[in-house]
Nanobody, 119 residues
Framework: QVQLVESGGGLVQPGGSLRLSCAAS????????MGWYRQAPGKQRELVAI???????NYADSVKGRFTISRDNAKNTVYLQMNSLKPEDTAVYYC?????????????WGQGTQVTVSS
């Protein structure tokens, strides 16, 4: 079993910055990918950014150049640095972990953290 604990959400003005953190604990295989997804009211959950255990990253086009995902493998923690925030970034942000022995057999979600961008 894996637990994901998120922190760092809040209210920020347009153009501001926030940093999200997600600490994972439990049975995590060396093969894993951690990431952030978000869901705005009335919309489907969407990918924001992911990072593999090897450090490869992928971003949604809407956040490229503004958000940076990183991880500390020793702490099983993933971070999302969000700069130049826009009102349309307002959503509940969810941490995600996919892991498994030979493929991503297991999929876990955090409880979500609210990010609100408003003046």
């Amino acid at each position: 079993q894996v637990q994901l604990v998120e922190s760092g959400g809040g209210l920020v003005q347009p153009g501001g910055s926030l940093r999200l953190s997600c600490a994972a604990s439990g049975s995590i295989f060396s093969l894993n990918v951690m990431g952030w997804y978000r869901q705005a009211p009335g919309k489907q959950r969407e990918l924001v950014a992911i990072i593999t255990n090897g450090g490869s990253t992928n971003y949604a086009d809407s956040v490229k150049g503004r958000f940076t995902i990183s991880r500390d493998n020793a702490k099983n923690t993933v971070y999302l640095q969000m700069n130049s925030l826009k009102p349309e970034d307002t959503a509940v942000y969810y941490c995600n972990l996919k892991t498994g022995r030979d493929y991503y057999a297991y999929n876990y979600w955090g409880q979500g953290t609210q990010v609100t961008v408003s003046s």
